[in-house]
């Protein structure tokens, strides 16, 4: 058991930023459920607690005392099936989106697609006249917001790269986003309707963050690197400046320097491949290097 822990603790501390946000979101629903299955043993009343504490409300007076749940209702999930479709669709094209784009820009797309996901979900439940009786108690919970920003992320970023689907055969991610896309419009009146228009607000972002990728090469989330700079920078403990005469010491941070200006030199020139000829004109020698840069 204790190797087994070990092993988790070591995927989570060296795995990639998909790896870290597809262990929360099980270690949250693990801790949820052990937390619903006290109250079920000892007969304890509101054991939806638990939910009602970390679900994004629909009202604005209830958001106002739980700021909290904007971020921590896309970690949350009810039921297995939720989360199991949830994380395998975070898994399929998380793994696409770190081939050309970093773990920090994963993060990014992730957190901001689910904020915008939230906002959407809000602002429709106060503003449309068919949520009215249902705004006091109306919450929204789970990754699909954020997931699906990924999801739309790489299909604006590589509208043809190709994906085998089970009993479909290859299609193309642009067809993938479409579908996705029209579903959640159509099933709005169908039910959970707030759930589809969260799913809306995510893909809005993720498509945003692609198409700038692909025709400007703006990172529209690059002021959340700085966000979470300053906050490190903040915890960080001062290091002893200490005075050092070595040349050598300087040779090697100048050499340093070179070699890293090449390196993203030669990234750009294959982020550039990918944008006039799409990704699968890459060599494998040249996809290797993304995937590299991208774990970097």
């Known amino acids: 058991m204790n190797r ?3 092993d988790f603790i070591a995927q989570f501390k060296h795995g990639s930023m998909m790896i870290k946000l597809l262990f929360i979101n099980v270690l949250v629903f693990l801790a949820v459920q052990v937390v619903l299955l006290f109250f079920f043993f000892f007969a304890l009343h509101g ?3 638990i939910i009602q504490y970390l679900a994004l ?3 604005l007076n209830e958001l106002l005392n739980k700021p909290w749940t904007a971020i921590s209702y896309m970690f949350l999930h009810e039921g297995f099936m939720h989360i199991l479709f949830n994380m395998l669709w975070f898994w399929w094209f998380g793994n696409i989106f770190l081939t050309v784009f970093s773990n920090r820009q994963l993060l990014n797309v992730y957190l901001l697609g689910g904020l915008l996901g939230a906002a959407f979900y809000i602002i429709s439940y106060n503003v449309f006249p068919v949520f009215e009786t249902v705004l006091p108690i109306a919450k929204a919970l789970g990754a699909s917001a954020a997931v699906l920003a990924v ?3 790489v299909s604006a970023y590589m509208p043809d790269y190709i994906i085998y689907l089970m009993f479909i ?3 193309k991610l642009k067809y993938v986003a479409i579908f996705t896309v029209v579903f959640d419009i159509l099933s709005i009146s169908s039910g959970n309707a707030g759930g589809h228009i969260a799913h809306l607000g995510g893909s809005v972002f993720g498509f945003w963050f692609g198409y700038q990728m692909r025709n400007t ?3 529209i989330t690059e002021f959340l690197n700085k966000v979470f700079d300053f906050f490190r920078d903040a915890f960080k403990p001062k290091p ?3 005075v050092h005469n070595n040349s050598y010491k300087t040779r090697s941070d100048w050499e340093y320097n070179v070699q890293k200006n090449r390196n993203q030199q030669r990234i750009d020139e294959i982020l550039d491949k990918v944008a006039q000829s799409g990704y699968d004109s890459l060599t494998k020698e040249e996809k290797d290097i993304l995937f590299r840069s991208s774990n970097n």
Request: charged share 35%.
């Open 151 to 153: 999801v739309l992320a």
């Open 57 to 59: 409300p629909a009202d």
């Open 217 to 219: 090469n703006r990172d």
């Open 47 to 49: 054991d939806n607690f």
């Open 240 to 242: 002893k400046f200490k």
């Open 169 to 171: 055969g290859p299609v």
């Open 4 to 6: 087994l822990i070990d």
